[in-house]
């Protein structure tokens, strides 16, 4: 691989990591600071995206989907947190993942019975069509580098509301002991109502702007999940700058795990064995720190 | 209006039931030998109904109706009895959904199905059980070749028999280096296979072989490799949703129209509409196409549209084949579910389908014609015939069982 590519395909690794970042960071809100197992994250990634085609269709631009889906998403997280979440804050995490199978199921058939069975395309929203030329044979999509600024962006800001805001304390003092905060005066069922809705919204915002890159199409959801757990647990269970971080690291296995070629005593372990990558990544990891890298020692 | 409309069809649907339900009763009261001549023929759909691949299922089952509807509605002048099974498209459970199917609901033929790991479970039970099984979609190799039985046939395609004639037309146009991508999956290495067999004969070459593990979406870093390999054209496998990602990639990374593309028939199947101008112009080979200069197919896709309000696709072809496969073959034993003679009979059957008159091959796998079709606007307009009637994978990985 002569450097040119080289640099290219690092361009890569780390965009795709911060799209899994942008895929995760829902989770880490919901799951790493929450500590509650939503198995629904991916459905509601596929939410977003469905959403984003429709409303787009109806509305006609997809620049005004996006603050409506969101909008819709955070009222759907609350009802969903309300009416079901809530009631599983005092029992095991079996019963968590149990509920959040089930949402997927049901989100799932709702979805065919919504919007069918069909894959959809969403065209790449102006201004940033077009795409920047790097050899005389490869461009880059600007849509890409757009969505890698956005999550650039939201992960500072994730960072800076939950470690440096007033709003962000109390989070934090909330996942870690809840009946002192509750007894401290603040209303911790609202704040949990908030910051699961708002998980359940980012979610759907990664699926809204990775639309147009990934199109819409049933079952995409499950495809999400679990490289979103992934992220969370080698990150480290609660911390956005883990998750960031972590993501990016799968981004550059995943990535050079598939342009590799590696061959170990005559067989070839590189690229058939990319897809493991990622999870030997994980495996290594919790041998190294069982908390991840940036959990607190348990 | 619409009250009325609703009411009526309640009614029909009502008494339709109510005749069923009848039947039923009376089929409990007669022994069973009687059953075996005399009672319905029951067909076994094992078909998914759910999930991603529901519409498929749907399709099959529409043209397996249609076609023997169009016969009259029997089988050998029987009536016919469908008993429906979702598959869910699991492996998991495609052994014991079979067995049911097969045992306790003792149908006389087994149709299934799409999704190919839940094909071979029943490939492996219908060869334990001598069952008749006929499968309507899934096309890895195996089950018409290593794992080939007398009782199976198969009414689709290989998907060897797919990539093929695509390494054929390449050859031909005289493109030396090619790039393959695809999934690490059976249907991937199988496509990529068939069509390598034929490029290479014809002089081509495989430069580098690229996987992605299945169902990864992730194209970004393959392409860049192929942007810095500067191959003659790629050939790739893809379908579905992973298919529109891999078209729309392709063209936001500038590779298309610098290096042709050219793959496999799913690769532009359904997704037409999803992919837009990424698809214009993309160049696939299939056994089945739009706007297709047969008589055959035009008779078929207007009572097809006309009875189930829909455009028929390349499955609802299939399931039609297979109705009419069912039709033929009850046809020569009268309805007699004479298993040798049933068998020998499918072996025989020409079938007259909207895709083009075809066969089945030693292996029990339709020898048949392979289009090559071009995307223009919203179709996967056929341009000529890439292979006449091809029998791949060669006939010789199949030793029947028995012969």
Request: proline content about 4%; some cysteine; glycine content about 12%.
């Amino acid at each position: 691989m002569d450097l040119g590519s080289f640099l290219v395909q690092l361009l890569n690794a780390v965009q795709y990591g911060l799209l899994l970042f942008l895929i995760a960071s829902g989770l880490t809100l919901v799951f790493g600071i929450m500590g509650v197992i939503n198995l629904a994250h991916g459905s509601f990634y596929m939410i977003g995206a469905y959403l984003a085609w429709s409303l787009a269709g109806k509305i006609g631009s997809f620049w005004f989907a996006l603050p409506v889906g969101v909008l819709l998403t955070v009222a759907l997280g609350m009802l969903i947190e309300w009416l079901l979440i809530a009631r599983l804050y005092a029992r095991d995490h079996l019963y968590q993942v149990l509920l959040t199978y089930g949402l997927i199921l049901a989100f799932e058939e709702l979805r065919g019975m919504i919007w069918g069975n069909d894959v959809h395309g969403i065209p790449v929203p102006a201004p940033f069509t077009g795409s920047i030329p790097l050899t005389e044979t490869l461009a880059y999509p600007v849509y890409r580098l757009w969505i890698s600024a956005v999550v650039l962006a939201l992960a500072v800001a994730m960072y800076l509301l939950i470690q440096r805001t007033r709003l962000g304390m109390m989070i934090r003092a909330g996942a870690s002991n809840r009946e002192m905060v509750q007894s401290l005066g603040i209303n911790i069922r609202m704040l949990y109502r908030f910051v699961f809705a708002f998980g359940v919204a980012l979610a759907a915002f990664a699926g809204m702007i990775s639309a147009p890159v990934s199109s819409v199409f049933p079952g995409m959801g499950g495809q999400v999940l679990i490289v979103s757990f992934v992220v969370v647990v080698i990150g480290g269970i609660g911390s956005v700058k883990g998750a960031l971080v972590a993501a990016i690291l799968i981004g550059l296995v995943d990535t050079f795990g598939k342009v590799t070629t590696l061959e170990l005593g005559g067989l070839r372990v590189l690229p058939d064995l990319a897809g493991m990558a990622m999870y030997l990544l994980m495996a290594g990891v919790l041998l190294w720190r069982p908390e991840g890298i940036f959990g607190k020692r348990l | 209006m619409t009250e009325e409309k609703d009411l009526r069809g309640r009614r029909a649907f009502l008494k339709q039931g109510g005749a069923l339900g009848g039947a039923a009763a009376l089929g409990a009261l007669l022994p069973a030998a009687a059953i075996g001549q005399t009672g319905k023929i029951r067909i076994g759909l094992m078909l998914p109904y759910s999930g991603t691949f529901a519409q498929l299922g749907v399709a099959i089952e529409n043209g397996i109706r249609l076609a023997i509807d169009e016969a009259g509605g029997k089988l050998g002048g029987r009536e016919v009895e469908f008993v429906k099974l979702d598959d869910e498209s699991d492996p998991a459970k495609a052994t014991d959904n079979a067995n049911r199917l097969i045992t306790r609901d003792k149908v006389d033929g087994l149709v299934g199905t799409v999704h190919s790991g839940v094909a071979l479970a029943m490939v492996r039970v219908a060869r334990e059980t001598n069952a008749l099984l006929l499968i309507p979609n899934a096309g890895a190799d195996a089950a018409t070749g290593p794992l080939c039985a007398p009782n199976i046939f198969r009414t689709s395609f290989a998907n060897g028999q797919v990539g093929y004639p695509m390494g054929k037309v390449m050859a031909e146009r005289g493109i030396k280096n090619v790039v393959t991508i695809s999934w690490k999956y059976a249907a991937g290495e199988e496509s990529v296979a068939g069509f390598k067999d034929a490029f290479t004969k014809g002089g081509g070459k495989v430069t580098k072989e690229l996987w992605l593990p299945f169902p990864n979406v992730e194209f970004q870093p393959l392409l860049t490799e192929i942007a810095s390999l500067k191959p003659d054209a790629v050939y790739t496998f893809f379908a579905g949703g992973g298919a529109v990602k891999f078209l729309k990639d392709y063209q936001a990374a500038g590779l298309k129209g610098k290096i042709p593309l050219y793959g496999a028939g799913f690769l532009t199947d359904g997704v037409l509409d999803a992919a837009g101008d990424a698809a214009e112009g993309i160049e696939t080979t299939l056994h089945y196409a739009d706007s297709l200069d047969l008589a055959k197919d035009k008779t078929f896709r207007l009572a097809y549209a006309k009875t189930f309000k829909m455009q028929p696709d390349v499955y609802a072809v299939q399931g039609y084949d297979t109705g009419l496969l069912l039709v033929q073959a009850f046809a020569k034993t009268k309805g007699a579910v004479d298993k040798p003679a049933l068998i020998k009979a499918m072996e025989g059957a020409v079938i007259e389908s909207p895709r083009g008159t075809w066969r089945m091959s030693k292996a029990h796998n339709p020898i048949q014609d392979l289009y090559l079709r071009k995307v223009v606007g919203k179709e996967n307009r056929a341009s000529g015939v890439a292979v006449k009637a091809l029998d791949y994978p060669p006939a010789d990985r199949c030793k029947m069982p028995g012969a």
